[in-house]
């Protein structure tokens, strides 16, 4: 599997889709399934997959709850990351995060910049509280998808050191 602990424990990831069109039944959110999909199919067990506003304070409490009653060990967030005045999930990562894992979203934008320039307007981020990792990812399908399987097989050793195994 390569994504398990060395005790054989698959890491528990909860999925946030940020998205106020999907909330009112305007858009149908596509990335929220693909990361579930992906994640199961590398080893991964999946727990809670949230569809939320753009709210901040909403995300944040949301976040805070999964990370403080240690629901999982991952938090992979999809949308919310442009330019848009709604478009704050960074700012809710960054508010809840206790640690700073700035290597993550460098990473990410360096690989997408080979495949579109556009990625210089990522926003995303990635942060810890206690013993979760927070991980921004874009809003659109075609992104989630190169820049999850780019980071997807390097995660495990960083859940290993985080969680204690």
């Known amino acids: 599997m390569g994504n398990e602990a060395p005790s054989g424990r698959a890491y528990r990831v ?29 080893g991964y067990r999946v727990g809670e997959c949230l569809l939320l506003s753009d709210d901040q304070e909403g995300l ?4 805070r709850r999964i990370c403080d009653d240690n629901l999982a060990d991952l938090i992979l967030t999809t949308g919310g990351t442009g330019f848009s005045p709604r478009d704050r999930m960074p700012e809710a990562s960054a508010a809840v995060g206790e640690r700073p894992v700035p290597g993550i979203p460098e990473a990410m934008r360096q690989y997408s ?36 399987s ?13 969680t204690g195994l």
């Open 113 to 148: 910049l080979g495949l579109t320039k556009r990625a210089m307007l990522g926003r995303g981020t990635a942060v810890i509280r206690g013993k979760t990792l927070i991980v921004n990812l874009p809003g659109s399908p075609k992104a989630v998808e190169e820049q999850l």
């Open 150 to 162: 780019f980071i997807l097989t390097e995660l495990p050793h960083g859940l290993d050191m985080l």
């Open 14 to 42: 909860s999925i946030i889709t940020a998205s106020d069109k999907g909330v009112r039944g305007e858009r149908v959110d596509e990335s929220g399934p693909l990361i579930r999909r992906m994640v199961l199919a590398a």
């Open 60 to 63: 944040e409490k949301e976040m």
